[in-house]
């Protein structure tokens, strides 16, 4: 693939409606599709961006196609915006506008016939492509149809589901294949979808799992399971209703059903609301949420909890009240980590049945401190359908106006503000926590949450999610000391330059530079003054906390950084739930900005 640019033929002036809101919502969605692919695709083959105002060409000789791209935004760290491409070379006065089905299709072919492999095996990627363009039409259609002004149940579900388009970096951020229409209804948070769990009742015998402080994990469940009609005896375990279904089908929970060991219930209880995740679920009033198995296959991966996983999510919440938990309240006493500190499965032979469920601390009840998903925060708002923009393109774009109203100052200082408050409240703990214990986590916008105050800056961060836990091989033999046994049966040990590694993409470049760019691409600030303030903070951290040298090194100084390819991962048909966790997906390197820019 080549790329050049030039002066602007097909330009996209600031005043030029932007794609998102065209009144046709399947025209919304295909350039929300389009665009997240080519910022995906440009990011993951070096592709120089011009300024904005000037169009990007782009050439797929294995297809013989030319694209021209306009450029609405350039972004100092990614996040693009671009107007619809259109097909060049053909002859005609006006070139044809190019939809997602052929950017798609060329792009594919040309990552897969490039690197040397047959054309035909990018056709499940490219397809993945269509599904997502698709579901993503239905969550606009259904958040028009909802007017102004509709939220959901509470601030945290509304954060939840405020993810209509998908991460900004993925190819496919909305593909679900396998559910039927009325499934996804009611499964899919951008739907505001709700539904109750389906339940079986297990004997104990086959009943596997454990807790973090040794309760019984049926005993945790039984709130959740109230008006169940449970044989005598039995234990229930709760399932996502899709996979419930989808399990009658595994000869091992056939064999445990007729065998009389395991009997489907069916759906019981009071309704519970997918989050983001979507295999997640939340309700307000529950003591726990819970972390279903589901085998659909959402983006790059099959759902469904591994026990591995689930007994590193145990181990993690015996590790952090050995300590780590009391240090980072009396440090940092607006961060905490949601736990998942529980687990439940039916079938004892040792491999995953689908009934797996992980047991999640929920401190969100709707009240004045809800923890706001910083995916569902940054995520961009369409307009309402008539051609226009929303008053606030997304929720973090609302909380930012409320900033600078709140403290009289412009719009730009109140997102460097913003800024500087998440580092505090978000970042800052994570970083000490690694420096101080050797525990690192997977801090992407979808694994953390932070409560607004009332001036609409952050005032609490949290962290979620028991796959992404590493601990650096240099102070293993420490927390051996602090927790003896921490490390058995689990996978969480790594070389230090491995767990920096992936700290750099999850943290920095995925969290930081993510946060940096949406607020550039919304238009809320200039990207290199805010650049300019996650450096000063950083450094300001690296002289503080020695322990953090090396990780600050990193982030500072190195000028290449490794990046999880969520593009090329699609194109390979990678699941990232199975198989090693140095190979699950594709990296690629990515310049640093703060290295490259502001030295």
């Given amino acids: 693939m080549t790329h050049s640019t030039q002066p602007p033929a097909a330009a996209a002036p600031a005043g030029r409606p932007d794609p998102l809101d065209h009144p046709d919502v399947l025209r919304a969605a295909d350039s929300a599709a389009t665009e997240t692919l080519l910022r995906a695709y440009v990011r993951e083959t070096a592709t120089d961006v011009p300024a904005a105002g000037h169009d990007l060409q782009l050439d797929f000789p294995a297809s013989g196609l030319r694209l021209g791209v306009p450029v609405r935004y350039r972004s100092a760290t990614g996040w693009h915006r671009f107007g619809d491409p259109v097909v060049l070379g053909t002859g005609r006065d006006v070139p044809p506008p190019a939809d997602v089905t052929l950017v798609a299709s060329a792009a594919v072919r040309e990552s897969t016939t490039g690197r040397g492999h047959p054309a035909h095996l990018g056709t499940d990627a490219a397809g993945r492509v269509l599904n997502s363009a698709g579901r993503v039409a239905a969550h606009l259609a259904a958040r028009r149809a909802e007017g102004d002004g509709t939220t959901g149940p509470t601030p945290h579900l509304d954060a939840e589901q405020a993810l209509l388009l998908g991460h900004p970096f993925h190819p496919a951020p909305k593909s679900r294949e396998e559910a039927t229409e009325r499934e996804l209804?009611?499964?899919?948070?951008?739907?505001?979808?709700?539904f109750a769990l389906h339940w079986f009742a297990a004997h104990p015998d086959i009943v596997v799992g454990e807790s973090w402080d040794?309760?019984?994990?049926?005993?945790?469940?039984?709130p959740a399971a109230a008006g169940l009609d449970l044989p005598a005896g039995t234990v229930p375990v709760p399932a996502h209703p899709w996979q419930a279904r989808d399990v009658l089908d595994r000869p091992e929970v056939r064999q445990l059903i007729e065998d009389g060991l395991l009997t489907p219930l069916g759906p019981a209880g009071a309704p519970w609301y997918p989050t983001?995740?979507?295999?997640?679920?939340?309700?307000?009033?529950?003591d726990v949420m819970l972390k279903l198995s589901l085998g659909m296959r959402i983006t790059n991966s099959r759902r469904n909890n591994l026990r591995g996983e689930m007994r590193l999510g145990v181990s993690a919440a015996r590790l952090l009240a050995a300590g780590p938990a009391d240090w980072l309240r009396a440090e940092h006493p607006d961060f905490a980590i949601l736990r998942d500190f529980a687990w439940i499965s039916a079938g004892a032979s040792g491999a995953e049945t689908g009934l797996e469920t992980a047991v999640r601390d929920n401190p969100f009840h709707g009240g004045d401190r809800e923890g706001l998903c910083v995916a569902g925060l940054l995520a961009e708002r369409t307009g309402p359908g008539d051609g226009s923009a929303p008053r606030h393109r997304s929720l973090l774009a609302e909380a930012v106006a409320r900033a600078a109203h709140t403290h009289a100052t412009s719009v730009a200082e109140a997102a460097a503000r913003w800024l500087e408050r998440y580092l505090d409240v978000l970042a800052v703990p994570l970083v000490r926590l690694q420096a101080r214990y050797g525990i690192a986590l997977e801090p992407h916008h979808q694994n953390t949450l932070v409560a607004l105050g009332e001036d609409g800056l952050p005032a609490a961060g949290w962290y979620r999610d028991s796959q992404g836990y590493y601990l650096a091989e240099s102070r293993?033999?420490?927390?051996?000391?602090?927790l003896p046994g921490a490390t058995d049966d689990v996978e969480l040990v790594f070389a230090d330059a491995f767990v920096d590694e992936r700290v750099g993409y999850y943290l920095y470049i995925s969290n930081l530079l993510g946060l940096v760019g949406a607020l550039g691409a919304q238009g809320l600030a200039d990207e290199r003054d805010l650049l300019r303030v996650l450096r000063t903070r950083l450094e300001r951290l690296r002289a503080a906390e020695p322990g953090a040298k090396g990780l600050l090194d990193l982030l500072l100084d190195t000028p290449v950084l490794r990046c999880k390819g969520n593009y090329l991962t699609c194109v390979d048909g990678l699941d990232e739930l199975v198989g090693d966790v140095h190979t699950q997906s594709v990296y690629i390197d990515l310049p640093n900005p703060l290295a490259e820019a502001l030295r």
């Fill in 276 to 286: 983001s995740s979507v295999r997640t679920v939340h309700r307000p009033g529950a």
């Fill in 214 to 222: 040794g309760r019984p994990v049926a005993d945790l469940l039984r």
């Fill in 476 to 482: 293993a033999a420490d927390i051996e000391r602090l």
């Fill in 185 to 194: 209804a009611a499964y899919s948070p951008e739907l505001r979808g709700s």
